[in-house]
């Protein structure tokens, strides 16, 4: 069983459309980190999280320590949104352990 | 723009062959990590140096080595390349434990 598993593993989602992907753990973790992948490969980090809940535009990121699971929600979901999500955890110090990926297409 | 820079973009080479990887962190950050993004196992944790000394260790290959300079700029070698070294190699760095930024890769293909 993998450290980290994702779900789904795709997604196709109409425009405007309310998004969630999930991530479980099985490990002690210190945060906890969803990234996205664009088709060109380029990661950028979305969000970092350790407990709780953060926000960032239609992003939303939400973190439950004691049943070690997060989700990612994207609201109002647009073509531009179609990417790769990758849901990272931090063991000690800050080294990733990476599910392997929900592939979102958001159709206009 | 992430701030973290990694030189060549691209890397064609041959098995057997050793090339060297390159990683500018951004102002400031201590830390660099390095990632291999293959095909088959996905992203993976090599390595990580913290102002200049190794600091966690992952699925790094004997034939891998890194280091991290006094600049904070960071150098990953991989040597008697094989087939299935052809992946996408990523470097990030972080200020301490906090979120990682990564560079735009290397991909690497070995003929």
């Known amino acids: 069983k993998n450290e980290v598993e994702q779900s789904p593993q795709n997604l196709t989602a109409q425009e405007g459309e309310f998004i969630t992907i999930n991530c479980s753990y099985s490990v002690g973790i210190s945060a906890l980190h969803w990234l996205q992948q664009h088709p060109g490969g380029g990661i950028v980090s979305l969000f970092m999280?350790?407990?709780g809940k953060k926000k960032h535009g239609r992003l939303i990121a939400t973190i439950n320590i004691q049943e070690k699971h997060s989700s990612l929600h994207i609201t109002a979901s647009h073509p531009r949104d179609s990417a790769v999500y990758i849901c990272a955890v931090a063991e000690y110090g800050n080294k990733l352990v990476f599910g392997a990926g929900t592939i979102l297409r958001v159709k206009s | 723009d992430s701030g973290v820079t990694q030189t060549p973009k691209h890397l064609i080479t041959a098995t057997g062959q050793r090339v060297t990887l390159r990683c500018s962190p951004r102002?400031?950050?201590?830390?660099v990590y390095w990632y291999q993004q293959s095909l088959d196992q996905g992203l993976q944790f090599l390595i990580q140096?913290?102002?200049?000394?190794?600091?966690a260790k992952g699925n790094i290959l004997e034939r891998f080595s890194a280091q991290q300079f006094p600049d904070l700029h960071s150098e990953l070698n991989l040597s008697s390349l094989e087939l299935g070294d052809s992946a996408l190699y990523f470097c990030a760095s972080s200020d301490r434990d906090d979120e990682q930024f990564f560079g735009p890769g290397t991909r690497l293909t070995v003929l």
């Open positions: 140096y913290y102002n200049g000394e190794e600091r």
């Open positions: 999280l350790s407990s």
């Open positions: 102002s400031g950050d201590l830390s």
